[in-house]
């Protein structure tokens, strides 16, 4: 069965494309870590201009990893990256452990710009299945590494300690300082948000923290003002460009079972995506996908008044779920994304669209 959905998603694609001149020149996908359908029903009831209103296109995903009904973040992503299901803890390769192409992998066979921008580590599970390769989602030096040989144009997040020497407060055991290999390579490099804000024209990687970067509430920064940055470089590409963008700790919140931060950082990545939204309207070249690799803390809204004031939230997990996710989209092709998607057929779509350039 899943072979026959296979060919008749690309049978689908195919036709949808054919002759087709109205591709994008640009592909943003938004990936709201953990975010399910419950998690964007608050956004929207607590906030009449959300900017989930602004979508013309709707539709679900299945979020199935290959060997498991509830997927993780790693099996979620390379879904949503390469196309094709895997098994938990496995990123940028399929269930037997051969890589896979990404669609960055496409886009830069296509001369396009790429980049992702984060709120969790560069190298943690979902951004990783997009620029690296690895059965083992914890191996965070490998993939560090990776990345030092590619030439994604805008990496935005924290994880510098995977980059760095033990010796100089690093974890990496081997003595290398990939940041000095990224500067060797023609990249900036920054560590805080006041150089990073100052005006870049060219290729950088803004490792903001040791880790991940604090939550939404605690930061002078907003996931929208990374997003802007990002965007100022990668639309200089007359080619186009394709960006990721993940809300990362909205997965944190569910985990916790804490309807405040959960809030904030759905508040964070809704704010992002009118930042997109905005950038996508004024150029109409540009597929904007919003979506999630899984949903987390089984979240359902169960009391509050009817115009969206004390929204009560119970969860009834501290782990993902098996329940589907929206997919939200807007710009040249949206339409190929709606009804109910298996997750991996969105990546297959997106594969789709860059290999019709």
């Not at 055991?173 to 940041?179: A, G, Q, S």
């Amino acid at each position: 069965m899943k072979k026959i959905l296979f060919l008749l998603s690309i049978i689908f694609c195919s036709v949808a494309f054919a002759g087709n001149p109205n591709l994008p020149k640009n592909i943003i996908i938004m990936i709201g870590d953990g975010m399910g359908v419950s998690q964007v029903s608050f956004s929207i009831l607590t906030n009449p201009s959300s900017a989930f209103k602004r979508f013309p296109v709707t539709g679900f995903s299945i979020t199935c990893s290959a060997d498991k009904l509830i997927t993780d973040s790693a099996a979620g992503g390379t879904a949503l990256a390469c196309g094709e299901r895997t098994k938990n803890g496995s990123i940028g390769v399929d269930s037997t452990g051969k890589i896979l192409s990404s669609i960055f992998d496409l886009a830069l066979q296509k001369n396009l710009s790429t980049g992702i921008v984060v709120t969790s580590e560069v190298t943690n599970a979902t951004p990783a299945t997009f620029l690296g390769h690895t059965p083992d989602r914890h191996n965070n030096e490998l993939l560090a590494e990776q990345y030092t040989l590619l030439e994604t144009q805008v990496v935005i997040g924290g994880g510098r300690r995977y980059f760095v020497p033990d010796t100089s407060g690093g974890k990496r055991k081997d003595n290398v300082d990939l940041l000095v290999k990224l500067k060797e390579k023609g990249y900036l490099v920054f560590d805080n948000f006041e150089d990073l804000n100052k005006l870049v024209s060219q290729k950088y990687y803004a490792l903001l923290e040791k880790e991940a970067l604090k939550p939404a509430e605690k930061r002078n920064y907003s996931l929208s003002d990374l997003t802007k940055k990002a965007l100022h470089v990668l639309s200089q590409n007359k080619k186009g460009f394709v960006l990721m963008i993940e809300g990362s700790q909205i997965d944190n919140g569910g985990h916790e079972n804490n309807q405040e931060r959960l809030v904030n950082e759905m508040n964070d990545f809704e704010k992002a995506m009118q930042t997109v939204l905005d950038f996508s309207e004024k150029n109409n070249e540009t597929l904007v996908v919003v979506t999630a690799d899984h949903e987390t803390g089984g979240v359902a809204i169960t009391g509050g008044e009817v115009d969206g004031k004390k929204l009560k939230i119970e969860f009834t997990t501290k782990n993902h779920s098996a329940a589907m996710v929206g997919v939200y989209a807007t710009g040249p092709l949206s339409e190929i994304f709606s009804g109910i998607n298996e997750n991996y057929e969105i990546g297959l779509k997106l594969m789709k669209l860059i290999e019709r350039r």
